[in-house]
Nanobody
Framework: QVQLVESGGGLVQAGGSLRLSCTTS????????MAWFRQAPGKEREFVAA??????YYADSVKGRFTISRDNAKNTMYLQMDSLKPEDTAVYYC?????????????????WGQGTQVTVSS
């Protein structure tokens, strides 16, 4: 079993920055494909970014503004979000799944955190 806990969400003005953290416990963190998804009210959950030993992947909507990283020694994944826009407002979830999964599909992930709210005001 893997437990995921997100932190770092909040309210920020457009153009500002936030850093989200996802701390894991349970099985070996470094073996997993890890990702961030987000879900805005009335919308489906959408892929934001993913990381595994073989690569880093971003949604086109966040490329150049968001940076995903992980610290395997701390069992923690991060999402640095810069140049935030009102359309980035959503609940952000971290997820973990088998390293070979299709990184942008929610169904590829076995474990999810509870989510953290990010609100960007205009």
């Amino acid at each position: 079993q893997v437990q995921l806990v997100e932190s770092g969400g909040g309210l920020v003005q457009a153009g500002g920055s936030l850093r989200l953290s996802c701390t894991t416990s349970g099985r070996t963190f470094s073996n997993y494909l890890m990702a961030w998804f987000r879900q805005a009210p009335g919308k489906e959950r959408e892929f934001v970014a993913a990381i595994r030993w073989s690569g880093i992947y971003y949604a086109d909507s966040v490329k150049g503004r968001f940076t995903i990283s992980r610290d395997n020694a701390k069992n923690t994944m991060y999402l640095q979000m810069d140049s935030l826009k009102p359309e980035d407002t959503a609940v952000y979830y971290c997820a973990a799944g088998p390293w070979g999964g299709t990184y942008n599909y929610p169904s590829a992930y076995n474990y999810w955190g509870q989510g953290t709210q990010v609100t960007v005001s205009s």
